[in-house]
């Protein structure tokens, strides 16, 4: 069995892995002999996001720790067709397990399915897919996040908020997962409207846009809630040059260095740290190649940063 304690190396935290442990193909086989090396393939969702970048840094570091692993890596560049098709040709070509952090669920669950019925493991990254099809889910648990951020906004407008979302990709498990979270923590959504909601994909150059938008239609706005740090830097921009920060506590996820910047100086109320599974999922991959079984979900925690406790996060995120 994978121990559950592991640890998350860019805040040096204790990682508590998740649910009951099920029996899943390649999870928990007969140990691979001695002097066997393996090829996992990877298909990453996209590289242009900065976590995404990191998240990978710390695989390939990883990878380097394990001579008889070699990891073929592939970026679908935003597009689930092309995710789809990558799926299919690391499978021509022959891997002993799928590492994949899926664009949306809808489009990639036939073809990951399709890999985990034949026996091969599959280790998904960050985002899940539809259904059980699959041997473990490595990543942090985007509904506590959204609920912790629900929680926050609570604390601090305790008499009520008019709220905006910046949501990312509609179809992302993250996506809707950090939304209800997010509804789930404020609770009474009477006295904490959201008063608009549209997606920005995780990008920053989307957020503001979508920023843009909101604010020329909605002149009454206490908070703005992103499902990201990219896309809550687009939204300070855009309130910055309005002049409007100081009255809107602009929120984000993932606690990249920008953003941890943002909140030590005010310009963002919090960040909360999506700690990345790159190193991790590698992890789960290799102990399940190796005959040991793994957890169905092993979940990262967030560390919430604030005014109050961003100075000594500062530098420490990606």
């Not at 920005?200 to 846009?209: E, L, N, Q, S, T």
């Amino acid at each position: 069995m994978v121990n559950k304690t592991v640890m998350l190396s860019a805040f040096g935290v204790a990682l508590l892995a998740g649910c009951t442990p099920k029996t899943a193909p390649g999870n928990g086989a007969p140990a691979a002999p001695a002097g066997k090396t393996f090829v996992i393939g990877y298909s990453q969702s996209t590289l242009q996001d900065p976590w995404r970048k990191a998240m990978n840094s710390e695989l390939e570091a990883e990878e380097k720790l394990h001579s008889n692993v070699t990891v073929n890596k592939q970026d679908a560049q935003n597009v689930a067709s092309t995710q789809i098709n990558q799926v299919e040709t690391l499978d021509t070509q022959g891997i002993d397990a799928l590492m994949i952090s899926p664009k949306e669920s809808g489009p990639l669950t036939p073809e990951v399915s399709k890999i985990f019925k034949k026996g091969i493991p599959v280790i998904l990254l960050d985002r899940g897919i539809d259904g059980p099809n699959y041997t473990t889910l490595v990543g942090a648990d985007n509904t506590l996040i959204g609920k912790q951020a629900g929680e926050y906004v609570k604390s601090k407008f305790p008499n009520g908020a008019r709220i905006v979302e910046i949501a990312g990709i509609p179809d992302a498990t993250a996506t809707r997962e950090r939304a209800k979270g997010f509804r789930d923590g404020l609770g009474d959504l009477k006295k904490y409207p959201i008063v608009a909601s549209q997606p920005a994909d995780y990008k920053r150059g989307p957020a503001i846009d979508v920023m843009n938008t909101i604010v020329t239609g909605n002149d009454n706005i206490q908070v703005v809630y992103a499902h990201n740090d990219e896309m809550a830097l687009g939204a300070v921009k855009v309130l910055k040059d309005r002049g409007l920060l100081k009255s809107i506590a602009v929120i984000g996820v993932d606690g990249q260095n920008e953003a941890i910047d943002a909140v030590a100086k005010g310009d963002m109320a919090a960040t909360f740290v999506y700690p990345r599974p790159g190193a991790e999922g590698l992890k789960a991959a290799i102990a399940v190649l190796e005959g040991k079984k793994v957890e169905k979900r092993i979940t990262l925690p967030t560390i919430q940063i604030t005014k109050e406790n961003a100075a000594q996060y500062q530098g420490k995120g990606f």
